[in-house]
């Protein structure tokens, strides 16, 4: 049924195809080498309403093709960080219901006029969100923020940062969750992959922020935050097999037409069932990940199936793209060749949005196991 | 200002295009079906004026069931609402069976100001549709555009030729061809295909035309295609070996074929 569902978003599929292979494709070299991508590509996608999907309109499984669509028609996961980033930076202001915070920040990103970015982890905390020590003390109608954030997705461009920051006891009941526009220092991190997507080190020294920019209610972060991490990880993992689509597509493509020893590298079995291998594990991969999608989407509760779709997709994307690399022989290590990028954009889907192994550790426990 | 948009559906131009073998008429299932691009500048054109002068827009297609798929396009681009000619008798009809059906489907809209069509579709490419049309609604032909304005009750409108460009104009209503300079088509946008599931789209026979199937379709047709036969693969070229000589050696292969 689920898959019925999403190939009847076959309109919705041939917009998103079209405006990756006319505003994407042509300018993403060049993205790469910048390090970042233009504000101008936020409002082309926002004119799409491309921004607004999960929030004003459509819901996960539009979400779930606009990701595969863009990946698999030549964009990249790097792509979906940058451009995405209000993904995670604005559901949690968006669900508060505070028109105030929607009218200042969420509509403004979903316009394509604001750019967001979500700050959680800390130098000292990654896996363990509730160990963040960013502090910020209330004085008046504002909080003083001291601390520091890091790996921060758009964090060079940001307009706005939605920052978890301690605001009470530790552990996990002292974490709220405060927007902050200005008054911090950023540093720009050099990274192995997602080149296109700037990622940040933010410094923030007794920052002032206005008590009205803070999200849902004091002490209430970590709830917020833990809810949203579902939908990021099933993006992320859709991510995970649609980059192992594009790099299958584009190994059938090249083993086609690349002769060795007389003929082309595809006839020879090795080489033709390594592909049908490939599509195997993406195939399997993608059929999960999907089901789960609609579940997420019908409210269900399927956190455990959610670290399984997450760690299963980007096992099989890991894979492939290593097996696309190998399959382009030189090629596949030149940066001229799209699976190059694409192995390494590929590294940080198991790292990114909850770990691999804290994803394994989080079913255990849910299965009652651990 | 209402304004008739007449859109095609029509294999990609990417996919491999054949005729079948049984009337040789152009096999529509082998390839990807599209809305003619043409016609996408046509919808783009017909919403840019409606976004000027207000009123609406409908787009008419003729074509199989599956034109619904470019119809939904047109009205996923903006267009109000759509009327479809789908009928088994229609299969093989030219142009001058084609035009008639048009022009029956446009009189079933109300007070229409405009009509616009592409100047050739990418298929069939005989580009006389819209004129043959124009003939039989009675209407003044403004073809092969690549600037249309509208002041008051006046379409004006640049045709460019190898010779230079004529400036023309008509008075409304009106029916223009457009050419691929016209305009840069939009994307539908997301909210625009949801909407597009909920616009009306009617669909028609001939029979409710009030057209006699006899007259359309390949029965009705004044041409047969008898025969059809792919054509031959193109041979390996002739390679030139280049002793100091190969200036005057393609010169003389120019010459063999004539060119020069
Ligand atoms: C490109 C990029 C973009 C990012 N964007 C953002 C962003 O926009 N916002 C944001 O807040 N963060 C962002 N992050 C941070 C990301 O969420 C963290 O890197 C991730 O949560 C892991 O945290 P860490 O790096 O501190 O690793 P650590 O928590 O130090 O973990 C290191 C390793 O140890 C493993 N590990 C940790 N704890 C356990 C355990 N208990 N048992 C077994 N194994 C364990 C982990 O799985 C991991 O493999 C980004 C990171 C990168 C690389
Ligand atoms: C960084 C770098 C440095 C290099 N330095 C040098 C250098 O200094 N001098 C030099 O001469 N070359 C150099 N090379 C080239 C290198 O030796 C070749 O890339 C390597 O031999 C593979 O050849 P290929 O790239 O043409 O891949 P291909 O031969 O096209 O092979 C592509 C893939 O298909 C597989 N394959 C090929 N044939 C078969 C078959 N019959 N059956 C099954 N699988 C098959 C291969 O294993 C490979 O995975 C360098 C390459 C790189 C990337």
Redesign the interface.
């Known amino acids: 049924m689920i898959t019925k569902d999403l190939y009847e978003r076959k ?2 599929r041939q ?1 998103v195809k ?2 990756t292979r006319n505003e994407i494709v042509p300018h993403l070299d060049e993205w790469e080498r910048q390090g970042e991508v233009p504000r101008e590509l936020h409002k082309k996608a926002a ?4 921004l ?2 999960g929030f004003e ?2 819901d996960l499984l ?1 979400s779930v093709v606009l990701t595969e669509e863009i990946i698999q028609s030549g964009g990249s996961s790097g792509v979906m960080a940058a451009l995405f980033t209000l993904g995670i930076a604005i559901p949690h202001i968006w669900q508060s219901g505070n028109q105030d915070l929607i009218e200042r920040f969420a509509k403004p990103a979903i316009r394509g006029e604001k750019i967001g970015s979500l700050a959680v982890t800390e130098p000292g905390a990654g896996s363990d969100v509730a160990g963040i020590r960013t502090k910020a003390v209330k004085e008046g109608d504002h909080y003083i923020v001291n601390g520091t954030k890091t790996f921060i997705t758009s964090g060079c461009r940001a307009d706005f940062v939605t920052t978890a920051v301690r605001t009470g006891e530790k552990g996990h009941k002292g974490i709220s969750l405060l927007v902050i526009e200005d008054g911090f220092t950023r540093r720009k991190l050099d990274k192995m992959g997602w080149h296109c997507s700037d990622t940040a080190e933010l410094h923030f020294d007794d920052v002032h922020v206005p008590a009205k920019n803070l999200v849902g209610e004091e002490n209430q972060g970590f709830a917020l935050i833990m809810r949203q991490f579902q939908v990021e990880r099933i993006t992320m993992a859709v991510e995970a097999y649609a980059t192992a689509q594009r790099a299958l597509d584009l190994t059938v493509e090249w083993t086609r037409n690349r002769e060795t020893f007389g003929k082309p590298l595809i006839k020879n079995q090795v080489v033709s069932h390594k592909l049908a291998e490939m599509a195997q594990k993406i195939d399997l991969a993608r059929t999960y990940t999907r089901e789960v999608a609609a579940r997420v989407n019908r409210n269900e509760e399927c956190v455990t199936e959610v670290c399984f779709a997450k760690n299963a997709a980007v096992q099989a994307c890991g894979e492939v793209v290593d097996a696309a690399v190998q399959l382009h022989g030189g090629m596949g290590y030149m940066r001229e060749s799209e699976v190059e990028r694409h192995y390494r954009d590929a590294r940080i889907l198991g790292i990114g949005g909850g770990a691999s192994e804290v994803m394994t550790e989080l079913a255990a426990r849910r299965l009652g196991f651990a | 200002m209402n304004i008739v948009v007449l859109v095609k559906q029509v294999p990609d131009t990417w996919s491999e295009r054949k005729l079948t073998d049984a009337d040789h008429t152009l096999d529509r299932e082998s390839a990807d079906a599209v809305l003619d691009e043409i016609n996408e500048r046509a919808v783009e054109e017909a919403l840019q004026l409606q976004e000027a002068h207000g009123g609406e827009v409908t787009v008419i297609a003729m074509g199989p069931d599956r034109a619904t798929d470019a119809i939904r396009k047109a009205l996923s681009m903006g267009a109000d609402k759509a009327i479809h000619v789908s009928d088994e008798a229609l299969h093989g009809s030219d142009v001058l069976a084609t035009a008639k059906v048009l022009a029956k489907a446009i009189g079933t809209v109300e007070n229409v100001d405009l009509v616009i069509a592409g100047n050739e579709a990418t298929d069939g490419r005989a580009g006389a549709v819209p004129a043959i049309l124009a003939e039989l609604l009675g209407l003044p032909q403004v073809t092969q555009l690549r600037k249309v304005t509208v002041e008051g009750t006046t379409i004006k409108g640049e045709r460019e030729t190898d010779e230079g460009v004529a400036f023309l104009e008509a008075s409304l209503p009106a029916v223009v061809s457009v050419t691929e300079k016209i305009n840069e088509p939009r994307y539908p946008s997301f909210k625009g295909i949801m909407a597009a599931k909920k616009k009306p789209v009617s669909t028609v026979t001939v029979a409710d035309l009030g057209i006699d199937a006899s007259e359309v379709g390949l029965s009705g047709a004044y041409t047969q295609v008898l025969e059809a036969a792919p054509k031959p693969p193109r041979s390996a070229g002739q390679r030139v070996e280049d002793g100091g000589d190969g200036g005057s050696k393609i010169a003389e292969f120019l010459v063999g074929q004539k060119l020069i």
């Open positions: 309109e919705f917009l079209d405006f004119e799409l309403d491309l607004g999907i309109h459509g539009d």
